[in-house]
């Protein structure tokens, strides 16, 4: 057991006969009444995301959860391979558990496989990733890195707001968790 007092950005507490990881969390002291902490959870089987209030020095199940380092090997159709980078063992995984990580996912990448209890969950990305632009407009002459943004199509179907500079094959590193440009390659 944990307490809400020491939630921490990126904790995992089994709530309500679910897994939710910590997104965000604010502890509150009203001038009148108890304290509260205020928290954004992901549940890390359907992904949803719920806001959460509870009393301070409320008590949840702390969720151990297990990573295991694989490698992104291929699709087919609606299941993607992946395989354990110590004993070669594959896994499948359904399209709609990794829908948000396949926009960023590349084939003999290297990604945590998550599960809780046998459960296999999902799949955690690194904070960034680099990416190759697929299709976006040419850049012009005179366009600065401090003018606007332009659509840019990723070689994974990511659509990203890039800088006007950016042209066609360009790598970019790209944040996972917001998708948003950080900088070129």
């Known amino acids: 057991m944990i307490s809400v007092n020491d939630f921490k950005t990126g ?4 709530v309500d006969n ?3 990881q910590v997104i965000e969390f604010q502890h509150v002291k009203p001038g ?3 304290a509260f902490v205020r928290s954004k959870l992901r549940s890390l089987r359907s992904g949803n995301i719920q806001e959460k209030t509870f009393r301070a ?4 199940e702390k969720a151990h959860i297990d990573n295991r380092k694989m490698q992104y090997l291929y699709a087919s159709g609606e299941m993607h391979t992946f395989m354990d980078m110590e004993s070669y063992e594959q ?3 359904n399209q709609k558990q990794i829908e948000y990580e396949l926009k960023f996912l590349k084939e003999n990448m290297e990604v945590n496989v998550i599960s809780y209890g046998g459960e296999i969950l999902g799949v955690t990305l690194p904070n960034s990733v680099e990416l190759e632009v697929a299709e976006t407009e040419p850049g012009i002459k005179g366009d ?4 606007g943004s332009k659509p840019a199509v ?4 990511l659509t990203v707001q890039v800088p006007f500079f950016v042209n066609q094959g360009d790598r970019l590193i790209v944040n996972t968790s ?3 440009y950080v900088s070129r390659a």
């Open 11 to 14: 904790l995992t507490i089994e």
């Open 18 to 20: 679910d897994i939710w």
């Open 32 to 34: 009148k009444g108890a």
């Open 57 to 60: 020095g409320e008590k949840v």
């Open 91 to 93: 896994l499948e995984l």
């Open 144 to 147: 600065t890195a401090s003018g």
């Open 154 to 157: 990723m070689e994974t179907g």
């Open 178 to 180: 917001d998708g948003k």
